[in-house]
């Protein structure tokens, strides 16, 4: 079964952290860009931060410096660790390839920054 599971969000404090941990299935994660994006309320989805195969990042200018992408290519698993958060960062987070595919969007996990 192809599919993305989003885990770790939650609400945390301004300045506070975050390890939000994408698990993908085989078949999406062999190979390929992944990516975190993000979407907030009334706001177009964005891309975060994504990490190529070998392990090569990139990164939004609005997260650069405070959040970290990592991936595990025998567990499948890409994280993105979030340091020094602000309200503005407050959004749905989702995982997928880089360049995106529109089937392999999964449910997301929320993230509020808020005191």
């Known amino acids: 079964q192809v599919q993305v599971v989003e885990s770790g969000g939650g609400l945390v404090q301004p300045g506070g952290s975050l390890r939000l941990s994408c698990a993908a299935s085989?078949?999406?994660?062999?190979?390929?860009?992944m990516a975190w994006y993000r979407q907030a309320p009334g706001k177009q989805r964005e891309r975060v931060a994504f990490?190529?195969?070998?392990?090569?990042?990139n990164y939004a200018d609005s997260v650069k410096g405070r959040f970290f992408i990592s991936r595990d290519n025998a567990k499948k698993t890409a994280d993105l660790q979030m340091n020094s958060l602000k309200p503005e960062d407050t959004a749905v987070y989702y995982c997928?390839?880089?360049?995106?595919?529109?089937?392999?969007w999964g449910q997301g996990t929320q993230v509020t920054v808020s005191s």
């Open positions: 997928n390839t880089y360049p995106s595919r529109e089937n392999y």
């Open positions: 085989e078949s999406i994660f062999i190979g390929n860009n």
């Open positions: 990490i190529t195969y070998i392990g090569s990042t």
